[in-house]
Antibody, heavy 117, light 107 residues
Framework: EVQLVESGGGLVQPGRSLRLSCAASGFTFDDYAMHWVRQAPGKGLEWVSG????????GYADSVKGRFTISRDNAKNSLYLQMNSLRAEDTALYYC??????????WGQGTLVTVSS | DIQMTQSPSSLSASVGDRVTITCQASQDISNYLNWYQQKPGKAPKLLIYDASNLETGVPSRFSGSGSGTDFTFTISSLQPEDIATYYC?????????FGGGTKVEIK
């Protein structure tokens, strides 16, 4: 069974950093691109960042460019999101997702990031 | 960046009704359009990929159509378990975008 489990969320003050992790199992991790998508409370889905299977191609939403860094460790079947200079508007549930030919499937259960003083 | 305009933002329909949601891309995206269902408190679930292909295990009352810039998602006969928010999503290399979502409720 394909499974994605996010961790690392929590309450953090504005301007501080946080590192999210996504542990993957049940599929050949280094065959697939992986992405992060977030959802602010009561809002829609917002794509955050994506990384190709070999880390050769990386993309970021304009809202996080220069502050967030995506990475992966294929040996550990893990995806990461380093979030620096956090703002109140980064408060959201962060999902990781496996991407096959452009569609997101499956998604993890999400990890909640709250940015507040 | 390619932007996605999804409408309506919400709708209310009766059980058994046909429900239609549209998604418009700001430029030609061929058939690179996917649809997701998100129930309250749950992660999104893929329903339709590449505009019209039904994901394995998804009931046949769900369907998708369209190409280029205009796409349609249809529930042929709304069921109580279909109460959810539905999102379209385009994939442009490593810059995907989601539509704003359509919240479907039972009248």
């Amino acid at each position: 069974e394909v499974q994605l489990v996010e961790s690392g969320g929590g309450l953090v003050q504005p301007g501080r950093s946080l590192r999210l992790s996504c542990a993957a199992s049940g599929f050949t991790f280094d065959d697939y691109a992986m992405h992060w998508v977030r959802q602010a409370p009561g809002k829609g889905l917002e794509w955050v960042s994506g990384i190709s299977w070999n880390s050769g191609s990386i993309g970021y939403a304009d809202s996080v460019k220069g502050r967030f860094t995506i990475s992966r460790d294929n040996a550990k079947n893990s995806l990461y999101l380093q979030m620096n200079s956090l703002r109140a508007e980064d408060t959201a549930l962060y999902y990781c997702a496996k991407v096959s030919s452009g569609w997101f499937d499956p998604w993890g259960q999400g990890t909640l990031v709250t940015v507040s003083s | 960046d390619i932007q996605m305009t999804q409408s309506p933002s919400s709708l209310s329909a009766s059980v058994g009704d046909r429900v239609t949601i549209t998604c418009q891309a700001s430029q030609d995206i061929s058939n690179y359009l996917n649809w997701y269902q998100q129930k309250p408190g749950k992660a999104p679930k893929l329903l339709i990929y590449d505009a019209s292909n039904l994901e394995t295990g998804v009931p046949s009352r769900f369907s998708g159509s369209g190409s280029g810039t205009d796409f349609t998602f249809t529930i042929s006969s709304l069921q109580p378990e279909d109460i959810a928010t539905y999102y379209c999503q385009q994939y442009d290399n490593l810059l995907p975008h989601f539509g704003g979502g359509t919240k479907v409720e039972i009248k």
